[in-house]
């Protein structure tokens, strides 16, 4: 299966700053996704990174506050912007494939001071 | 927006016990998965199942999906501290799409 490198792996933010988090894949995937995660919690999508297109937010979520990018099959970056204290959490890609079911970045950990 | 939830939320067991983690919903799913994720780790996937009343083994754990394919169960033995971890059952609607996540188990086995 895929392997995800995800950077960086932690940070401090001061708010109203933004932060670009990235994830590159050792190999083509179809789909990939970003999640945001509290510590010992579950995960909830952001939203679908869709190669050449703009990607598709869930609810709750807007572009303006989390603008993606994702400029081939391998390569995808979120931008939390804007940042406040609630924005700190674990944030989380994952690429899939039809054969090899999902993999994820180690995370990055947000804190916003 | 579709709901999976998880049972218990969370289990604190001694080395050697047996433990059955649940992942329940309303919604019919095409396919489950089940992740572990350690403390500053991504989750990794630990089995998909795909087929209603289909049992998979992997050594000490036992995966089985709902024959309505609307639950599954998480079956562990003799847990050891290496299970220690927070236990995800995720699932897909149709074909290959996103992955909804439940609301999660953690798990501490202590020696």
């Known amino acids: 299966s895929a392997v995800i490198s995800q950077k960086p792996s932690r940070d401090i933010c001061q708010r109203g700053t933004s932060l670009t988090i990235q994830c590159q894949v050792d190999?083509?995937?179809?789909?990939m996704f970003w999640y945001r995660q509290q510590p010992g919690q579950s995960l909830t999508l952001i939203a679908t990174?869709?190669?050449?297109?703009?990607?598709?937010?869930e609810s709750g979520f807007v572009i303006d506050k989390f603008p993606i990018s994702r400029p081939n099959l391998t390569f995808s970056t979120l931008t939390v912007s804007n940042m406040s204290p609630e924005d700190s959490s674990i944030y989380l890609c994952?690429?899939?494939?039809?054969?090899?079911?999902?993999?994820f970045g180690s995370g990055t950990r947000l804190t916003v001071v | 927006t579709q709901l999976l939830e998880q049972s218990p939320q969370f289990l604190s067991i001694q080395e050697g016990e047996n433990l059955t983690v649940y992942c329940n919903s309303s919604?019919?799913?095409?396919?489950l998965q089940w992740y572990r994720q350690e403390p500053g780790e991504g989750p990794v996937l630990l089995v998909t199942?795909?087929?209603?009343?289909e049992v998979k083994k992997l050594k000490r754990l036992t995966f089985q999906f709902g024959d309505a394919r609307k639950d599954s169960s998480l079956h562990i033995t003799a847990a050891q501290p290496g299970d220690t971890g927070l236990y995800l059952c995720?699932?897909?609607?149709?074909?290959?799409?996103?992955?909804?996540f439940g609301t999660g188990t953690r798990l501490l086995v202590s020696p």
């Open positions: 994952s690429g899939g494939q039809e054969a090899g079911g999902y993999t």
């Open positions: 190999s083509q995937v179809t789909m």
């Open positions: 990174a869709n190669q050449g297109s703009e990607a598709t937010y």
């Open positions: 919604s019919v799913f095409s396919s």
């Open positions: 199942v795909v087929t209603g009343g």
């Open positions: 995720a699932a897909t609607n149709t074909g290959f799409q996103k992955l909804v």
